[in-house]
């Protein structure tokens, strides 16, 4: 079946520095999103893409789905402290449309 | 517009008991979920629906099931509850079109089997 999986499980970042994490799936996707859980939370969406090789931005936050729609990537520039939270990403195929499967996340911590 | 609600938010229950989580949601979604949070594990799809009076597995449907007799609520049973269900149970719910799928998700209910 489907499988999501993340890296890097944990990222610690200094203030300031900039971090990527990476969304990798066993089949092709349909769409990916991605959310962001704070701590004691609940997960927020943050994007979705759904073309081969789209880019997106959200400021300081550059969204990218691969060309063969099996991975994904979030990079964040110029980290502050409110980017604390792990990040997931979630995708679905054609065989399973809007059933989406998470991948572990990538819990953030950011050091002043 | 109260977007995804979950009813209980916190449960403690002992091996064998039953009980049923409620989600509602006032944003008349066709798709409803039912997911859980384990530490290191991510979301896990236990059920879902893609609309009134139909349910469907997910990754981790044992132990569990579901109701959907409104649109606006989904409901999840736990019949005989195990310590292997201890966990966060978020529901969420999303327009499911292919341009908008954004899920929206409850709180959570924090539930712990003893």
């Known amino acids: 079946g489907q499988q999501v999986m993340q890296i890097p499980q944990y990222q610690h970042v200094q203030e300031g520095e900039d971090f990527t994490t990476y969304c990798n799936s066993s089949?092709?996707?349909?769409?990916i999103q991605w959310y962001k859980q704070r701590p004691g939370g609940h997960p927020v969406f943050l994007i979705q893409l759904v073309k081969s090789g789209e880019v997106k931005k959200q400021k300081r936050l550059t969204f990218q789905f691969g060309e063969a729609k099996k991975n994904s990537s979030l990079h964040i520039t110029a980290t502050q402290t409110t980017d604390v939270g792990t990040y997931f990403c979630?995708?679905?195929?054609?065989?399973?449309?809007?059933?989406?499967?998470f991948g572990a996340g990538t819990q953030v911590v950011v050091t002043p | 517009n109260a977007g995804v609600t979950q009813t209980p938010k916190f449960r403690v229950l002992k091996t064998g008991q039953s009980m049923t989580l409620l989600c509602a949601q006032d944003m008349n979604h066709e798709y409803m979920y039912w997911y859980r949070q384990d530490p290191g594990m991510g979301l896990r799809l236990i059920h879902y629906?893609?609309?009134?009076?139909?349910?469907a597995k997910g990754e981790v449907p044992d132990g569990y099931n579901v109701s959907r007799l409104k649109k606006q609520n989904f409901l999840l049973g736990l019949e005989s509850a195990a310590p292997s269900q201890t966990s966060v149970y978020f529901c969420?719910?999303?327009?499911?079109?292919?341009?908008?799928?954004?899920?929206?998700f409850g709180e959570g209910s924090r539930l712990t089997v003893l």
């Open positions: 629906s893609v609309g009134e009076g139909t349910t």
């Open positions: 089949t092709t996707l349909s769409n």
């Open positions: 969420a719910s999303s327009y499911a079109t292919r341009n908008t799928g954004e899920l929206f």
């Open positions: 979630a995708g679905d195929t054609t065989d399973s449309w809007g059933k989406f499967q």
